[in-house]
């Protein structure tokens, strides 16, 4: 390609509207523009590296013996209906109707299409176990699109579902995704971890995700430095390591705390550590059918600690998404101000954490204005009505560093990071919904078992740049590049001599079928401007054909992963293509 006829659209100018690195460099290098929120065009230079990770990712999927097919973006609410998914999914899920009134969705996921598929397509055990697998656009309406492609609207997900006659049988699969995905990671040379995730609302038991380190992930995740453990911070588990010590029980007293706005005022105040305090948190609760009624539940946790909202919200009478009570049903319901909650027997049903729980000696309001109880203990008899109470313990903190890792073997670090594939265990949750069956080898019906596995194809683009590029622009790994050489001409208009050995090189990598792109462009763009645009794109490999480097006869070949520079005879550089070539 001779970038004169290729659309190269760079800028030096870091865009105001792009907050994350990778977001910058890919409006800078004229990867992708904007088209409207979380919707993006991948212009030609974009479109080549998506084009490449999709080959390997579709390589990848292809060698494990996945079929691949293509489903519609747009789905009939009929199929969502019958897993409950149209009034469960949030307004993520783009509705609207057809010229006939009936309802539709853009596909945010498949699960409902491709059980509706294998239900009517697979019926015996001789076609099972089966993965089907797409690489296709889907559409989330996310409330906070940002990032770029990062967290769009629109974006390109290889989904694949798998079905089984039994779970043996899916584990197996599940394993094999998980080391494909792990293979398409090292491939791309990423610091990645996989970690035990949420399965979230898609539901099922096992579920993994694979996450790319980056500061600038949404994610936090968790990581023993002994051992495999590592979590989604949503999940972690994660024990405390420094509990107070136990203390034999003091007599509770009632103390005076005016103006106590914060947990941190009030230990200043009273001069106590914060890890011998507990948090009294009031959210609203819910019914049987997870649907707000009115009531409010209580949290407890150490004052140290703070409240993990995605196991919070699991709990079944405890509202989703997590929603505080205000301040005027706090002052109805418990008759003080929020600083002064305590953890007292009242009609509101208390849920306290097991670092809570072990507490003795502890602070807390005292459901009081201006009032906080010194010397509280659990369950005790009392001198006073004023006495804590808890009616369930259950785990609602949010592991944080220095935890002891849950399986016992080391200390938990944490880390951010792009979660870039999601692995689940779907089991019969949307087959048997749905009555996907098919007949074993004794003619028995079997509700089939289903296993689905994402790769987020645009966001592991964005992902990648993060954790590849310096000052300069992209460092691409070469086999995503969207060129891997470049054939810079500098002075062409002045000597012929660089006309005809550039023009020998390109040819040279042509033939050899390298991605190759010849920067003849005239005088207008400086060759200061094409090294820079060369170094922002990322490419690879660099070559400078000039007539001082003919004159003598020492070519600047120059290595983008390293940055380094040397110097080559003609038919050395002819030799290093040879050499790129066989990569
Ligand atoms: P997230 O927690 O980031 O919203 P998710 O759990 O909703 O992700 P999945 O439903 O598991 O995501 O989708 C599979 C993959 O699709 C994700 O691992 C991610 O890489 C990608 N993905 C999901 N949402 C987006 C988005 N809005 N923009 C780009 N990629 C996305
Ligand atoms: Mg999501």
Known sequence: ???????????????????????????????????????????????RTLQKLTKIIRESMDETGAMELLMPVVQPSQLWKETDRWTKMGPELLRFKDRNSRDFCLGPTHEEVITDLVRDE????????????????????????????????????????????????????????????SSILDRLQLDYRIVDADSGNIGGSASHEFHVLADSG?????????????????????????SPSPQS????????????????????????????????????????????NGSLITLVIRGDQTINETKAEKLEDVASPLTKATE?????????????????????????????????????????????????????????????????IVDIRRACEGDLSPDGKGTLSKQRGIEVGHI?????????????????????GIILSMGCYGVGVTRLIAACIEQKHDEKGIVWPAIIAPFLLVIIQVDGHKSEQVIE???????????????????????KTSPGA?????????????????????????????????????????????QLINDIAKQ
């Not at 009242?346 to 459901?367: M, Q, R």
């Not at 087959?431 to 080898?441: E, G, R």
């Not at 042509?510 to 005088?523: A, F």
Request: with cysteine; hydrophobic share 35%; charged share 25%.
């Open 1 to 47: 390609m001779r970038t004169s006829k290729y659309l190269i659209t760079t800028s030096k100018e870091t865009p105001s509207d792009a907050d994350t690195v990778s977001h910058q460099l890919m409006l800078r290098a004229g990867l992708i523009r904007k088209l409207s929120s979380g919707l993006y065009t991948w212009l030609p230079l974009g479109h």
């Open 122 to 181: 697979i019926n015996s055990y001789r076609q099972l176990p089966a993965t089907l697998y797409q690489i296709q656009t889907k559409f989330r309406d996310e409330i906070r699109p940002r990032f770029g492609v990062m967290r769009s609207r629109e974006f390109i997900m290889k989904d694949a579902y798998s079905f089984h006659l039994d779970q043996e049988c899916l584990d197996q699969t599940y394993e094999v995704m998980s080391q494909t995905y």
């Open 218 to 242: 949404e994610d936090e995740i968790v990581f023993s430095n002994a051992s495999d453990y590592a979590a989604n911070v949503e999940l972690a588990k994660g024990t405390v390591p420094k």
């Open 249 to 292: 029980p003091n007599s509770p007293e009632i103390v005076e705390t005016p103006s106590i706005k914060t947990i941190t005022d009030l230990c200043s105040h009273l001069s106590v550590e914060r890890d011998r305090c507990v948090k009294t948190i009031i959210v609203q609760g819910c019914d049987q059918d997870g649907v707000r």
């Open 328 to 392: 005027e049903e706090i002052e109805r319901v418990f008759g003080c101000v929020p600083g002064y909650l305590g953890p007292l027997a009242t009609d509101v049903k208390i849920y306290a954490d097991p670092t809570a729980v072990e507490l003795t000696n502890f602070t807390c309001g005292a459901n009081i204005n201006d009032k906080h109880i010194k010397n509280a203990n659990w369950n005790l008899p009392s001198t006073t009505d004023l006495k804590p109470h808890y009616d369930d």
């Open 424 to 444: 689940f265990q779907l089991g019969k949750k949307y087959s048997s919904s749905m009555n996907a069956t098919a007949l074993d080898k004794n003619g028995k």
């Open 501 to 523: 050995i550039s023009e020998k090189l390109y040819n040279s990598a042509k033939e050899l079928d390298i991605d190759v792109l010849l920067d003849d462009r005239d005088r």
């Open 530 to 574: 094409k090294f820079a645009d060369s170094e922002l794109i990322g490419i690879p490999h660099r070559f400078v054909v000039s007539p001082r480097a003919i004159a003598d006869g020492a070519l600047e070949y120059k290595e983008r992963n390293t940055n380094e520079k040397t110097l080559k005879t003609v038919n050395e550089c002819v």
